[in-house]
């Protein structure tokens, strides 16, 4: 009788813990607007009147975002520190934090999702030569 | 090599319009991916980017829109398997930690677990509290907009009056007999339904063949009373026919009806 009266209230202040949360949800206003989160869940099939769940989800989404733009951020920074301690004109221009297809894939291997782009399209036979032995293939393929 | 290279592309230029691609890549969102695209730039903005690759945009907003449609999904299936059409806050936040399992989830191993304990819950809520929020930039009207369509009317609303006997008066109503063309021989094709195409092609009629129309008016007319001097041929099937419908009618003959031959020019 006393564990069950215990575990009773211990769900009163899981459920007042919960709504808590939701509400506190609702203060919080997403940077993903709530139109767009409810048009892919309606996609999916996700079916909810409660306007909680959708910020629920958009805030989720939100973070998931920011973790992978910060852990792409700590990869920009750290390749910029390799760089900076051989020039320092580099340092002035490499200020600028830009978000690449390089770092983006690789923090996002962490998460299990594997974007990988190719390093250069081959479409000529000269391609990813570098340009000191490039003229020399060209002139050997034209004497050929 | 050169021109093999060119008609290459061309294919792979045309195998790229002509293929639509049946998982969830389908890009004809485009306006949701545009906003996912803005709604991304703006937190990487506030991560501390301060300029990006538009490639790495696009993968990166690709990404989180495929991410709330899992989401949804999962939640959706959880709650399917739940015996519930509806989704509630347990199964939202069983997809989160579906989706979170590479990382691990912490306080997930407890049985008698409040849901808010949980670490993922807890990460949400310290987001939550650390950083401002960053509205969305743009406002966005509710999408996609959902056109009201008129349809064409039941009998009842018309207030007409249904030729058959099996015919219920709450059944759409058939077109007027003027769209008809199966009379003449002049072959125009006004074998439509929809109401605007009628309306345009009434107004084209009405404009060159005024004869036709006329004459199609009186067989009409002269098909519910029942019998005319135009009807050759049999005249209980015809006036059967011409009373529920003028393509079950029997086929005249060559010669037997005056028909007037006008070009037709349309547009």
């Known amino acids: ?144 | 090599m050169k021109d093999g290279g060119f008609e290459n592309k061309k294919e792979l230029e045309n195998s790229k319009n002509q293929s639509k691609s049946s998982k969830f890549y389908i890009k004809s969102d485009d306006f949701a991916l545009a906003i996912a695209k803005v709604a991304v730039a703006q937190v990487c903005e506030s991560v501390g980017f301060q300029s990006f690759q538009h490639s790495a945009l696009e993968a990166l907003s690709d990404i989180i829109v495929w991410y709330i449609y899992n989401l949804g999904k999962t939640a959706n299936f959880n709650a399917n398997l739940a015996g519930r059409v509806e989704a509630n806050v347990f199964d939202v936040i069983q997809g989160l930690e579906e989706l979170e399992s590479g990382l691990g989830f912490a306080g997930a191993s407890d049985v008698n677990r409040c849901v808010a304990n949980l670490g993922i819950v807890r990460d949400i809520v310290h987001f939550v509290g650390d950083g401002d929020d960053i509205p969305f930039a743009y406002e966005v009207p509710w999408f996609p907009v959902v056109k009201e369509w008129k349809g064409i009317g039941s009998f009842w609303e018309k207030g007409e009056d249904p030729h058959e006997e099996h015919i219920p008066s709450w059944l759409p109503a058939f077109p007027d007999p003027e769209t008809y063309a199966a009379r003449s021989s002049v072959g125009n094709g006004t074998m439509t339904a929809s109401n605007e195409v009628k309306n345009g092609l009434l107004r084209v009629e009405r404009k060159i063949e005024r004869p036709l129309l006329n004459f199609q008016q009186q067989f009409a007319h002269n098909g519910n009373e029942g019998g005319s001097s135009h009807v050759v041929g049999d005249k209980g099937k015809a006036k059967e026919a011409s009373n529920s419908n003028p393509y079950l009618a029997a086929p005249l003959h060559f010669g037997e009806k005056e028909v007037h031959v006008s070009p037709v020019h349309y547009g």
């Open chain 1, 1 to 144: 009788m006393n564990h069950n009266r215990q575990s009773n209230d211990g769900k009163h202040d899981d459920d007042s813990a919960l709504s808590d949360f939701l509400a506190s949800l609702m203060d919080y206003t997403p940077t993903i607007p709530d139109e767009l989160v409810e048009h892919y869940l309606a996609k999916s099939g996700f079916q909810c009147p409660d306007v909680r769940l959708i910020r629920l989800v958009a805030v989720a989404t939100q973070k998931f975002v920011a973790e992978v733009a910060n852990d792409a951020l700590q990869h920009c920074k750290a390749r910029q520190a390799a760089v900076v301690k051989d020039k320092r004109e580099k340092q002035q221009k490499d200020k600028r934090l830009i978000l690449t297809m390089d770092d983006l894939s690789k923090s996002l291997l962490e998460y299990g999702v594997n974007v990988k782009q190719q390093e250069y399209f081959a479409d000529s036979p000269l391609t990813g030569i570098d340009p000191a032995t490039r003229d020399e293939v060209r002139i050997m393929l034209l004497l050929c």
